[in-house]
């Protein structure tokens, strides 16, 4: 297979165990704890955190296995508000779009949900009774994980555990494509478990028990694939920073890449205290740069800025 020269570096990488990679020789990232940043109303909890999403005005979007799935804060972890009613049955991954909708991945539903800023329902995709689809369903998914959005709202799903696949769908939930399928080779997944677009349209799939990010094209052409960083379980594009960030969810770390899957530095390691990790789920970035992530083990989001 023919590799443009901008690519040959990731490929390359791809072949090299982590220390060669550099991940090792790795420096620190330079993102400090905020301590205590989210300021629950009291006798409030989060429960098993899997996905946050940052919207337009930097607010933070928290979805949970708790009593209250749907929580938002401000910047500075002030609580804004959550949703008294979310007709999910397992929460995973959540994104806010370019429009300001709130989009919900309900894994154990099979099905991917869209509501305004305030909670009302505008839009589901899932089969009759929300049981699981197969991969060749244009409008229904097997425990689906996460989605990311093109700036005129298109947007890619990823499908996740059981179709391990990406599926592609217009703003107004039209069908366009999908690719993949469950294996080890070019544009096959073993748990397709995020899914996050760069500037150019590039479409980043986190192929977590493979361990590696594989690489495509807007139409979803393959174009390489990197490992060498552990497991990618959560991904998130920063786009002042032209740069992929990544949950290793088996190191409990953040991974900072550039987009030719070279390391650029590391975050946190496995523990219960504030400022470590336990299952490091999912993340997003905020318009300042600071990193917000959740946990699936330690029930919470933690806040690093720069």
């Known amino acids: ?132 689809g197969n991969n060749d369903d244009r409008y229904s998914f097997n425990q689906p994980t996460g989605l990311s959005f093109k700036p005129n709202g298109d947007f890619y799903v990823s499908d996740g555990y059981g179709n391990s696949r990406i599926v592609q769908y217009t703003a107004n939930g039209e069908y366009v494509r999908h690719w993949g399928k469950k294996g080890t080779g070019n544009s096959e997944f073993d748990i397709a478990h995020d899914v996050a677009l760069d500037k150019t349209g590039r479409v980043y799939v986190a192929d977590r028990t493979n361990e590696r990010i594989q690489v495509f094209d807007a139409d979803g052409k393959f174009l390489t694939k990197w490992s060498g960083f552990g497991a990618p379980w959560g991904l998130a594009y920063a786009e002042k920073e032209n740069a992929l960030y990544m949950c290793d969810g088996n190191n409990n770390r953040v991974v900072k890449l550039n987009l030719d899957g070279q390391v650029q530095g590391v975050l946190g390691g496995f523990g219960k205290a504030p400022g470590k990790f336990d299952f490091a789920h999912h993340m997003a970035v905020d318009s300042e740069g600071s990193l917000y992530v959740v946990e699936i083990k330690n029930w919470r989001v933690q806040k690093f800025s720069r």
């Open 1 to 132: 297979m023919m590799y443009s020269a901008r690519l040959l570096p990731a490929v390359i990488l791809a072949c090299l165990p982590a220390a060669a990679a550099g991940l090792d020789g790795a420096p620190t990232l330079p993102h400090k704890l905020v301590p205590d940043w989210a300021q629950l109303p009291d006798g409030w909890n989060l429960g098993e955190a899997s996905g946050v999403s940052v919207d337009k005005l930097d607010n933070v979007w928290v979805f949970n296995r708790g009593a209250h799935p749907v929580v938002q804060f401000d910047k500075t972890g002030r609580f804004l508000r959550a949703w008294k009613e979310v007709p999910v049955i397992s929460s995973h991954g959540i994104k806010v779009d370019p429009r300001g909708d709130v989009w919900l991945v309900d894994v154990k539903g099979h099905s991917i949900l869209k509501f305004t800023s305030s909670g009302k329902l505008r839009m589901v995709i899932a089969n009759a009774g929300r049981g699981p």
